[in-house]
Nanobody, 121 residues
Framework: QAQLEESGGGLVQTGDSLSLSCAGPARTFSSWGMGWFRQAPGKEREFVSATTRSGAGKMYADSVKGRFTISRDNYKSTVFLQMNSLQPEDSAVYYC??????????????WGQGIQVTVSP
């Protein structure tokens, strides 16, 4: 059972930046595509961003393109999500996931516990 642990969430104001981190097990981390998803109250979990095993391939949801940047450091077994120009509609619980390089939640095998990001108007 892989264990993923997110960190870096919190409460910020509109226009601020925030960086999320997700640490995974060192032995297997580099073998996974990694993704970020989010879920707001009353809404379905939605894709945010994903990166390939090497970090060379990246994709983003249209709603965050140009504002969010995904990266990974396989030596540190960590994937990052840099979020700039945050808007209230970005408020959600953010989850990191390990598995395939995909926009589809069911493509991922392991999930973190989630971390809250709240953007005040």
């Amino acid at each position: 059972q892989a264990q993923l642990e997110e960190s870096g969430g919190g409460l910020v104001q509109t226009g601020d930046s925030l960086s999320l981190s997700c640490a995974g097990p060192a032995r297997t981390f580099s073998s996974w595509g990694m993704g970020w998803f989010r879920q707001a109250p009353g809404k379905e979990r939605e894709f945010v961003s994903a990166t390939t095993r090497s970090g060379a391939g990246k994709m983003y949801a249209d709603s965050v393109k140009g504002r969010f940047t995904i990266s990974r450091d396989n030596y540190k077994s960590t994937v990052f999500l840099q979020m700039n120009s945050l808007q209230p509609e970005d408020s959600a619980v953010y989850y990191c996931a390990a598995g395939a390089y995909s926009r589809v939640p069911n493509s991922y095998t392991y999930w973190g516990q989630g971390i809250q990001v709240t953007v005040s108007p």
